[in-house]
């Protein structure tokens, strides 16, 4: 006799899963299956196994994952949402749960339970978790497995960018390329998952009591259950890790057929899923190549940029070794004196990039022909400095230098130059046979390289074999041109509408190439690029990216054969153009024997920085010590004397409330030290202590500050300074004021020489923000009136009615006016030591740069130490806002009507006129109204001939790009 | 400012103004104005790949997706070919503010000058930011802009219920297509009978209320954010025909709204901030008589009964200030909270909160605000969307699926 069943199909972003329940709900067969994104095939093929043990049972049925929307909308099928099908499991099974944690392939979700049903899931911007793991574990070269085995061996926490997959790269990466143990990353890879959850996902509720977790990540990862269940404060009892956690959201989903009338026999639902038709929703471009002749042609064309080789084993004469140690590759080349290959290499560095190498120059000792004297070494990339200590390297470039060089060699006319690497792009234009300006790719927007392996990977291919594929698809998918997250999902919804592998391996080409031109380089049409333009880097020995880049741009390129290797082209060149001794300092043969590091971490202790350092000890005293942000913890004790506005203006904010204080205060009041008040600190002290309060402001930003308040903070998009707000503003309450004051300012100091003086809506609004989400503030202990401080009647008015209950009235217009004589003399003050600074460099011969930025940026751990890494490069450091009153306004081509952006505007215009001097702009990641500015201080800085350089900063605290930035600006500014 | 095309007096005639297709409903009622008066204008209709793919290659791509749109139609429409490039002009409108708004239309002049230099960019506001160009906004072309934006909110809202329901697909289609016609044809004619306000509304409010309805429960779903995510299909992947595919009613608040809380913006900042002048005071006269026009308006819907009348907007105020103050104006402002409450006070519990990726003020006032609202009311169910032209079709109504799933529970 047949039985009533209900089935129910999980289609998720990697995995299908199929639970049948009966009629009182409990699970009598489950299975869970990779689907590698031939999603009806896998579910036609569990429903065929389904058939063989219940041929003559018939179900209700429902869909339920985030690719089985599409396949139940076509084959006419129920569909549930995953989190309620994932809800209904849990009040069924485990009823007394207060909150569920599910983390699947790409998404993260949680429910609460108790105090009022929410279901939330992570936001467009969130990263994906599952394939965040799985993306961290091929950057390290292992399996998931292996990662949670290294994990559960870790002594230490790294601080991991948590909001997505590109961000904990770029700080990872560092980490390995700094020799840190791969225990400790492992570790602090989970540990980053953990913060994102509860982070991205509370979102001001706490996570507390009974808690379910649920997914194929946590339930397979051991290190990932240990870091959840220490984070949270969990014991045994209260972290429930069901045994049936991967196909729990099927169960759900099965649950909910259950609720239907509908019955179906197992073959009626094979019938109608292997009939789902995919919709005809995407957009496709049109193909590659139009015929195989044109193909031929591409592949001629691009032969005739091959380099002649020698023979390693027979030549005899001088030779010169250039390395790129890459984020993720290694790459080796040995050259002779007319520039002839002796060797070369590349591969993946395995996150192990000193070992790679290392066995490298053992595999040329052992080859070369004896009578080979190799005369000179150099070093480019991200593993420069350890390669170089480590291995005692002649010299080390910045890589654009390295670039250039190789790029010239093909190209002596070479005017635009774009690498494409593994972690990066990297692009510049040539003026003059000088590098004259340099585009690098922003931490978003990292879809490089290994993007596409990972990809390949995810879907069975080795990463050839896929790229291949690509070259003939009909039909590419237009895939868009973001971060690598957005991509997942457009990924998905392609392969959800039926695109082919082919197609979507062609897409995704494309989409690096479309995020290469508009996103980086951000150009309107080809001839801006250039004439002569040389592409290069791993990413190009890929003929469909390579394809898609002359496509895009209507035009030839010249892409050299050695494209991978050029940076350690370049860097043998220059060791040949530079070389002076003998022989070089190369380790040799016999120490490279004996070679072997052991490495460690310590916390420097030079100044509060407290930089995370990695001892990396080579034996026989020699040691290189990375993580540092200054010199101090380098092993190098001379003190830094070059000056330096940053520190200047940090610390006279920061003692502000060490000048003075009332001896019998009325009362405390606390001013968080972060976004506005970093400039009106000392009106807002000053003010206060005359009416007779004690000032109290927080304490310094840290890391440590962020996690305090990042609970309350309610949308993670928001840029990071305003982030850290949440953190002082329990660090305050932890201290005990009376009140907290803080003020919404629609408008900033009206400066004159500008539209209007707005500040930005964050700046101008957050205590509302904070106020809504943290559940600690209230009306009384938190006061947050409106001002407008350029109408000082305004001001007296609020402030009467703000403090009415201390009875202050008449002490308030005095008090202001203080206040008023306060900010003067503190802006004059700052204008000054400028003008000092300016004068002792110009003394020194230094050139100075102004790093410009908003006043919130002189913190520390918003600017991560930028200024510190100028300084030590030899330059001095200035601010916008000291000398933006020293010049006028340019003529601007959009409205320039906030405060502190104005301010931009005249420090550039004044740069342009100062021979020594140039300019840096700091942007925080997110900040929606650079995206005006930057375009427009890059305007006026170029057409007078300037270089302009934005570093963007989030919290990541990675200097990686801003040093290559940095670097290649002192090598312009060199050569100009 | 660096100079600019301007649009002069003998353009009138012979160039062909475009405008981005923000409100598909009101933006065709306000081009039956000028075209009265002369102007040609076409409203763009062009929505392919391409215009995302003109405005990533047009503007900075950290720019707000609304300004990435607008100008990728604009590129795209003149690089199709259908256009004679020197007879041509674009129009954008234009709010002041310390929202990067403000300055679309700037970035549309940069992309533009770059490209086709002798193209003008016209500024419709209503706020004096542009005084060079031969658009003039006179007193009359104003009214007429007012009552356009009444009888275009009146149509979107009768529209939206009655497609959601209707018994015979298409019927609320064709009384649409009817009254905008008909509300086109009288600017038409200079006919001063767009002022009716009470016979014109009624007729429209009857003329839907004769669609047949089926009396199914449908779950309600509230639009609020940002203005042209919230409003453009373009946008917004045609947000309302999907949660009316979803068996649910789409609720839209009404653009006068928008418009009332920017008029009510200026007169509250004077107050605030102690700097009333000239200009404040003729705003607070101009809200007052638009106020009273809305209080009418909600009389005559009142009264009629088939449709949900708009929110009072003294209402709104009130209710906004249990949550922000009205000095947060940039953007949408206070408006989205106000806006949330009076929805989920109406017992429209389930909202939809649109807004482009990294919005500056949607941080707080959308994002920031939602826990307060949910405090407040514990039924609410709201869901922030993200729209960025990478954002996938499948991510945004996976969210808005799960928010319909919280609905149904």
């Given amino acids: ?77 129920p569909f549930v949402q995953e989190v309620h099908a994932a809800f209904l499991a849990v009040k069924k099974k485990y009823p007394d749960v207060d909150s569920v944690i599910e983390l699947g392939g790409e998404d993260a979700k949680i429910i609460f339970l108790t105090g009022g049903v929410e279901q939330r899931m992570n936001g467009s911007c969130a990263g994906g978790t599952g394939a965040f793991i799985d993306q961290m574990a091929t950057l390290l070269g292992i399996t998931t497995d292996e990662l949670d085995n290294l994990s559960l061996r870790s002594q230490k926490i790294y601080p991991i960018a948590s909001r997505c997959g590109v961000f904990a790269k770029s700080d990872i990466q560092p980490l390995l390329n700094q020799g840190a143990r791969r225990e400790d990353i492992a570790a602090s890879i989970f540990q980053a998952v953990v913060d994102q959850t509860v982070s991205g996902l509370a979102q001001g509720r706490s996570i507390e009591g009974k808690i379910l977790f649920l997914g194929g990540p946590l339930f397979f990862l051991k290190g990932l259950k240990n870091a959840f269940v220490v984070t949270l404060g969990l014991d045994e009892e209260n972290a429930i890790f069901p045994e049936e956690a991967p196909v729990f959201v099927a169960y759900g989903c099965s649950l909910y057929a259950s609720t239907s009338d509908d019955y179906f026999r197992i073959d009626e639902i094979i019938n109608k899923v292997s009939k789902a038709r995919a919709s005809d929703g995407i957009i496709t471009g049109k193909p590659l190549f139009a015929s195989q002749a044109e193909y031929d042609e591409f592949i001629d064309r691009h032969k005739k940029y091959d380099l002649a080789y020698a023979d390693i084993h027979k030549y005899k004469g001088n030779a010169y070794l250039g390395i790129d140690a890459g984020s993720t590759t290694t790459k080796l080349v040995l050259i002779t004196d007319d520039g002839k290959i002796l060797y070369h290499h590349y591969s993946s560095n395995m996150g192990q990039p000193l070992d790679k190498i290392a066995e490298q120059i053992k595999r040329i000792y052992n080859e ?28 080390g470039i910045v890589e654009t230098v390295a670039h250039f060089k190789a790029a010239s060699y093909f190209c002596p006319d070479v005017d635009f130059i774009i690498d494409i690497g593994g972690q990066d792009i990297k692009c510049f234009r040539i003026k003059n046979r000088n590098i004259d300006s340099i585009m690098l790719n922003e931490a978003c927007s990292s879809g490089c390289g290994s993007f596409i392996q990972t990809f390949a990977m995810a879907l069975g291919y080795d990463i050839s074999e896929f790229s291949q594929l690509g070259l003939f698809a009909q039909h590419p998918v237009d895939l868009g041109s973001r971060c690598t997250v957005f991509m997942n999902s457009s990924v998905k919804q392609a392969q959800k509408d039926g695109a082919t592998v082919e197609d979507i391996s062609a897409g995704l080409s494309m989409s690096i190439i479309k995020n290469a031109i508009y996103k980086v380089i951000r150009a309107n049409s080809p001839e801006e690029l250039g004439q002569n333009i040389v592409v290069q880097g791993g990413t190009f020995l890929n003929d469909a990216v390579l394809r898609s880049f002359e496509k895009e741009i209507g035009r030839n390129v010249i892409r050299p054969a050695i494209s991978g290797l050029m940076g350690a082209f370049g860097c043998a060149l220059y060791a040949k153009e530079k070389v002076t001794a003998e022989k070089s300092a190369l380790i040799s043969k016999e120490e490279l024997e004996t070679f072997s590091y052991t490495s460690r971490s310590a916390q420097c202790k030079g100044c509060t920085a407290h ?74 002290h000053m003010l206060f202590t005359e009416l007779g309060f004690r000032v109290v402001v927080s304490d310094e930003s840290s890391r440590g500050m962020y996690y305090l308040g990042q609970h309350t903070i309610p949308s993670d998009t928001v840029c990071y300074p305003a982030k850290i707000t949440h953190g002082h503003i329990e660090n305050l309450l932890n201290k005990n004021v009376d009140f907290i004051f803080y003020p919404c300012m629609s408008y900033n100091i009206d400066e004159g020489q500008s539209d209007n003086h707005f500040n930005c809506p964050v700046v101008a609004y957050y205590p509302e923000l904070l106020l809504a989400n943290n559940p600690r503030l209230n009306e009384r202990n938190f006061i947050h009136p409106y001002i407008d401080l350029n109408v000082k009647k305004n001001v007296i008015k609020v402030l009467k009615n703000s403090l009415k209950g201390y009875n202050l009235r008449c002490r308030i217009p005095d008090a202001l006016e203080k206040a008023y004589k306060a900010m003067e003399n503190y802006n004059s003050d700052i204008a000054r030591q400028a003008e000092n600074i300016i004068r002792q460099a110009r003394e020194e011969k230094r050139n100075i740069i102004v790093l410009a930025g908003r006043p919130y940026h002189i913190d520390k751990e918003i600017n991560h130490g930028i200024h510190k890494l100028i300084t030590s490069l030899g330059m001095a450091v200035i601010t916008e806002d000291s000398v933006s009153a020293l010049a006028r306004t340019p003529k601007l081509d959009v409205l320039n009507q906030w405060t502190y952006h104005s301010r931009l505007y005249r420090a550039a215009n004044y740069v342009t006129k100062q021979p020594d001097m140039q300019m840096i702009q700091l942007v925080s990641f997110g900040c929606g109204i650079d995206a005006v500015t930057g375009d427009e201080v890059r305007n006026i800085l170029e057409s007078h001939g300037k270089l302009y350089t934005q570093l963007k900063i989030d919290e990541i605290n990675n200097l990686g790009a801003a040093r290559i930035r940095l670097r290649s600006l002192v090598a312009a500014m060199e050569q100009k | ?65 609304p300004a990435l749109l607008v100008i990728g139609q604009f590129m795209d429409a003149l690089k199709s070919g259908k256009y004679d490039l020197d007879k041509i002009a674009l129009m954008i409108t234009q709010t002041g503010g310390g929202c990067r708004a403000s300055n679309y239309i700037h970035l549309l002049r940069k992309a533009v000058k770059k490209n086709y230099p002798q193209i003008p960019v016209i500024s419709l506001n209503f706020s004096g930011l542009e005084h060079d160009s031969a658009l003039k906004i006179t007193p009359v072309i104003f009214l007429k802009l007012f009552y356009a934006v009444i009888y275009g909110d009146l149509l979107m809202t009768c529209y939206n219920k009655c497609r959601t329901y209707e018994i015979n697909k298409g019927q609320a289609e064709k009384v649409l297509n009817k009254w ?131 929110h009072d907007f003294e209402h709104l105020r009130k209710l906004a200030d249990k949550y922000i103050n009205q000095g947060v104006v940039m953007g949408e402002g206070w408006l989205i909270p106000a806006e949330m409450a009076a929805l989920v006070q109406s017992g429209i519990e389930n909202i939809i909160c649109t807004q482009p990726f990294g919005c500056l003020p949607n941080h707080i006032v959308a994002k920031g605000m939602s826990r307060a609202i949910k405090q407040d009311n514990p039924n609410a169910n709201i869901v922030a969307i993200d729209y960025d032209p990478g954002a996938t079709r499948v991510n945004q109504e996976n969210r808005i699926k799960l928010m319909l799933a919280n609905a149904r529970r």
Avoid at chain 1, 46 to 61: E, G, N, R, S
Avoid at chain 2, 39 to 63: A, C, F, I, P, T
Avoid at chain 2, 251 to 265: H, K, N
């Fill in chain 1, 1 to 77: 006799m047949s039985k009533k069943l209900s089935l129910g199909i999980d289609v998720g972003s990697t995995t299908v899963k199929t639970v049948i329940s009966d009629s009182d709900g409990n699970i009598i067969y489950a299975k869970y299956q990779r689907h590698l994104s031939k999603v009806k095939e896998t579910v036609t093929d569990q429903l065929k196994i389904i058939q063989a043990d219940y041929p003559d049972d018939i179900f209700t049925v429902c869909i339920t994952g985030s690719a089985g929307l599409g396949l139940a909308n076509s084959a006419e099928l």
């Fill in chain 1, 368 to 395: 070369m022909n004896p009578d080979i004297i190799i005369k000179g070494s150099a070093v480019t990339g991200y593993g420069e400095d350890l390669i170089k200590a480590g291995l005692s390297i002649d010299c």
């Fill in chain 1, 611 to 684: 930089c995370q350092l990695n001892i990396i000890n080579f034996g026989k005293g020699r040691r290189f010590i990375s993580g540092n942000r200054c010199e101090k913890g380098g092993g190098i004790s001379s003190k830094n004397t070059i000056p330096n506005l940053y520190e200047y203006k940090y610390n006279s904010i920061v003692n502000i409330v060490k000048t003075h204080q009332p001896k019998r205060p009325v009362g405390t009041v606390g001013f968080p030290l972060a976004l506005g008040f970093y400039e009106q600190l000392p009106f807002w």
């Fill in chain 2, 1 to 65: 400012m660096s100079e600019y095309a301007k649009f002069t007096e003998d353009m009138i005639k012979t160039h062909t103004i475009l405008v981005p297709n923000m409100l598909p409903i009101h933006f065709k009622l306000i081009i039956s104005i000028f075209e009265a008066e002369g102007y040609k204008m076409e409203l763009l209709q062009n929505s392919s790949r391409s215009v995302v793919d003109e405005g990533l290659k047009n503007v900075h791509n950290d720019v707000c997706y």
């Fill in chain 2, 180 to 310: 905008q016609k008909r509300i086109g044809n009288i600017y038409r004619k200079k006919s001063n009978f767009y002022l009716k306000l009470e016979k014109i509304s009624s007729d429209i409010l009857n003329d839907f209320a004769k669609i047949p309805l089926s009396c199914e429960k449908k779950i309600r779903v509230g639009i609020v954010g940002e203005i042209y995510v919230k409003y453009s299909p373009l946008a917004n992947n045609h947000l309302e025909d999907f949660l009316i595919s979803e068996g649910c009613e789409p609720v839209v608040p009404s653009l006068l709204e928008f418009i009332m809380y920017c008029a009510s913006g200026t007169f509250n900042d004077a107050k605030i901030y102690d700097n009333a002048n000239t200009k404040s005071h003729l705003y607070r006269l101009a809200y007052e008589i638009i106020y009273h026009q809305q209080k009418k308006l909600i009389s005559i819907m009142k009264k009629q009964g088939s449709f949900e009348p708009f």
